[in-house]
T-cell receptor, first 110, second 114 residues
Framework: GNSVTQMEGPVTLSEEAFLTINCTYT??????LFWYVQYPGEGLQLLLK?????DKGSNKGFEATYRKETTSFHLEKGSVQVSDSAVYFC?????????FGSGTKLNVKP | KAGVTQTPRYLIKTRGQQVTLSCSPI?????VSWYQQTPGQGLQFLFE???????NKGNFPGRFSGRQFSNSRSEMNVSTLELGDSALYLC?????????????FGEGSRLTVL
């Protein structure tokens, strides 16, 4: 069946380092994929999304491309900041929008 | 456009009490879903209401209930509180029901049960 697999964390990086959080999918067709972010003490918010194959979502310096060749939707950022420390969710893990995985916690050190 | 509003933001209860949490969705959104987030279990789906009807339900005991009003505002209630109910409760709104689409989350209500 349809599924999304996200790398486990935590991920610890130094400020200005390059970030990749892996997310791969198995699906029939190309359902929409999302990256949500949850900053400490807050609810989730949509970071970016892609609705079809080869779509590229981008926001706040983050990018993710919906790649059909590699069935991936990896999240990338060229230079992370301390303020990017948060939990990132590639969703939905079973293509049902109400269900989330445990996310990947990112810690960025100054 | 105002976002999703949850009240109260913080509350403390004791075991055996009950609690009611409120969620006002984005204007025009008819779907409201509720989640429990704990460090050990992550983000777990409680239920979804659409046009005053429960459309989807997660795997929680009957102590957890909800309702939705005609203006799409929703409340969830937890009766006979247990220590394990301490969590961040999030609600999210969406313009449509069903398994696809984007969710818009509130800031959450943090419940502590003593």
């Amino acid at each position: 069946g349809n599924s999304v697999t996200q790398m486990e964390g935590p991920v610890t990086l130094s400020e200005e380092a390059f970030l990749t959080i892996n997310c791969t999918y198995t699906a029939t067709g190309y359902p929409s994929l999302f990256w949500y972010v949850q900053y400490p003490g807050e609810g989730l918010q949509l970071l970016l999304k892609a609705t079809k194959a080869d779509d590229k979502g981008s926001n706040k310096g983050f990018e993710a491309t919906y790649r059909k060749e590699t069935t991936s939707f990896h999240l990338e950022k060229g230079s992370v900041q301390v303020s990017d420390s948060a939990v990132y969710f590639c969703a939905p893990p079973n293509f049902n929008k109400f269900y989330f995985g445990s996310g990947t916690k990112l810690n960025v050190k100054p | 456009k105002a976002g999703v509003t949850q009240t109260p933001r913080y509350l403390i209860k004791t075991r055996g009490q009950q609690v009611t949490l409120s969620c006002s969705p984005i204007s025009g959104h008819r779907s409201v879903s509720w989640y429990q987030q704990t460090p050990g279990q992550g983000l777990q789906f409680l239920f979804e209401y659409f046009s005053e009807t429960q459309r989807n339900k997660g795997n929680f005991p009957g102590r957890f209930s909800g309702r939705q009003f005609s203006n799409s505002r929703s409340e969830m209630n937890v009766s006979t509180l247990e220590l394990g109910d301490s969590a961040l409760y999030l609600c999210a709104s969406s313009p449509t029901s069903g398994p696809t689409g984007e969710l818009f989350f509130g800031e959450g209500s943090r419940l502590t049960v003593l």
